[in-house]
Antibody
């Protein structure tokens, strides 16, 4: 069955960096676009970033993270990544890795369990 | 891009039908048929319930249905069951080439 497992979350100081990973299994990873979606504690969902089937082909970002976050993927390792730089308190959230079924970034039919990122001094 | 507007909470008794609204603008909900709905139980990852306004993925009960009129999309849950108690989020593609979510609606089964 489809499985997405995030890792790399933790406590980081404002201005710091963190790299999240998502290990995929149970499907042909290279055939699917992938997104990162986050959820601040007690809040709603926020789409963060998307990568096409080959990260060199197309990526997109929410305005709130543009210029600070970089999404990438390694299809040979069935893995998705999110490099987060210049972190702010408002980036504190559970970060979900999600598979897209629309061929773009519109419909997420499988989600990981999430990894918590806390930005605090 | 502002979040789509959803009611904070909706409640109903077992067996009843409830409808959750998701209001946007012509730049998102009204402009495209790319509205999805997700169910999230406490401490769990979201689950896709409806996509492209009214399509149900395999495995989702036909008690869940979606529709759209103008800038407002709706999710209807018929034959409400205790297991339906959860948060529900809508999402839509936007003219800014981004994806925006609603603020979420807590469904309570009385």
């Amino acid at each position: 069955q489809v499985q997405l497992v995030e890792s790399g979350g933790g406590l980081v100081k404002p201005g710091g960096s963190l790299r999240l990973s998502c290990a995929a299994s149970g499907f042909t990873f290279s055939d699917y676009c992938m997104s990162w979606i986050r959820q601040a504690p007690g809040k709603g969902l926020e789409w963060v970033s998307y990568t096409a089937t080959r990260s060199s082909s197309f990526t997109n970002y929410a305005d709130s993270v543009k210029g600070r976050f970089t999404i990438s993927r390694d299809n040979a390792k069935n893995s998705l990544y999110l490099q987060m730089n210049s972190l702010r308190a408002e980036d504190t959230a559970v970060y979900y890795c999600a598979r897209d079924r629309s061929g773009w970034f519109l419909v997420h039919d499988s989600w990981g369990q999430g990894t918590l990122v806390a930005v605090s001094s | 891009q502002s979040a789509l507007t959803q009611p904070a909470s909706v409640s109903g008794s077992p067996g009843q039908s409830i409808t959750i609204s998701c209001t946007g603008t012509s730049s998102d909900v009204g402009g495209y048929n790319y509205v999805s709905w997700y169910q999230q139980h406490p401490g769990k990852a979201p689950r896709l319930m409806i996509y492209d306004v009214s399509n149900r993925p395999s495995g989702v009960s036909n008690r869940f249905s979606g529709s759209k009129s103008g800038n407002t999309a709706s999710l209807t849950i018929s034959g409400l069951q205790a297991e339906d108690e959860a948060h529900y989020y809508c999402s839509s593609y936007t003219t800014s080439n981004t994806l925006v979510f609603g603020g979420g609606t807590k469904v309570a089964v009385l």
